[in-house]
Nanobody, 118 residues
Framework: QVQVVESGGGLVQAGGSLRLSCSAS????????MGWYRQAPGKERELVAS???????NYADFVKGRFTISRLYTKNTLYLEMNSLKPEDTGAYYC????????????WGQGTQVTVSA
């Protein structure tokens, strides 16, 4: 059973930085795509950034130039370096891991809360 666990969230002032981590365990198969999503209160979950097993990255426009996604391919571990944080970045951040086999929707973690104060 694949388990996805996020960590690194917290409270930070606007302009500050945080680094999120995600680890997908319970399988020896390398993930096809890993990504970060976020959900603010009252809003739908949205893609923040993702990276494939070919190192192709995709960023939402609202984080380009501020956030950097990176990955340890041998350990199904994912990071998100967040700089120049804004209050509108506040929300629960979720890690999604997709494999070649298994559910097409992949596996989700429980989320880690990021709160940016003005």
């Amino acid at each position: 059973q694949v388990q996805v666990v996020e960590s690194g969230g917290g409270l930070v002032q606007a302009g500050g930085s945080l680094r999120l981590s995600c680890s997908a365990s319970g399988t020896l198969i390398g993930a096809k795509t890993m990504g970060w999503y976020r959900q603010a209160p009252g809003k739908e979950r949205e893609l923040v950034a993702s990276v494939t097993n070919s190192a192709i990255t995709n960023y939402a426009d609202f984080v380009k130039g501020r956030f950097t996604i990176s990955r340890l391919y041998t350990k199904n571990t994912l990071y998100l370096e967040m700089n120049s944080l804004k209050p509108e970045d506040t929300g629960a951040y979720y890690c999604r891991t997709q494999f070649i086999v298994g559910p097409s929707g992949g596996y989700w973690g429980q989320g880690t809360q990021v709160t940016v104060s003005a």
